[in-house]
């Protein structure tokens, strides 16, 4: 069974990373999917306002559809009204901003794929309860996302 699959209409994105690695240690007896979308500096912009109240460019936003997740067995039982036709549990959408992404991977002299697939990772760990207000909270997500972006060979020290 796959374990998650990357709804993305971006041509210069390769998703099956994000789907063989991203969801590796959920515990989940359902497919899990999300939406990955990018779009540019005005387009993220007026997506924060909107959602968030804060009239400003940001790298990424992630909009989670299933509450209560973080760190639990994801079952497909209860959350029956969250799957499709085939029985995959949408997870919710990450939004990339692709000029964003370019300027941190410029700026942390990384590539720009390190960079996208680091905040599509980020999106996803909060697509799955993860936060970052808190410093433990902080840790823990990072220490997340740092396992899945080595098991994709795009640890810090690679990419």
Known sequence: MRKLIVQCEEENFDVSLLEQFGAQDV?????????????DEEGI?????STRGKDAVTDVL????????????VRKENFPFDADEEGNLFLGSVVICR???AQQAEEYGHSLERE??????HGLCHLLGYDHEEESDKALM???????LSAMNLGRDEG
Do not use: H, W
């Not at 992630?62 to 067995?73: A, V």
């Not at 996208?116 to 990772?121: K, R, T």
């Open 27 to 39: 515990d989940t007896d359902a497919t899990l999917c999300m939406e990955l979308v990018f779009t």
């Open 142 to 148: 990072r220490e997340r996302e740092e396992r899945i």
């Open 99 to 101: 000029q964003r992404a």
């Open 45 to 49: 912009r007026s997506l924060n306002a």
């Open 116 to 121: 996208i697939y680091y905040l599509a990772v």
């Open 62 to 73: 992630s909009f989670p559809n299933l509450e209560g997740i973080f760190q639990k067995p």
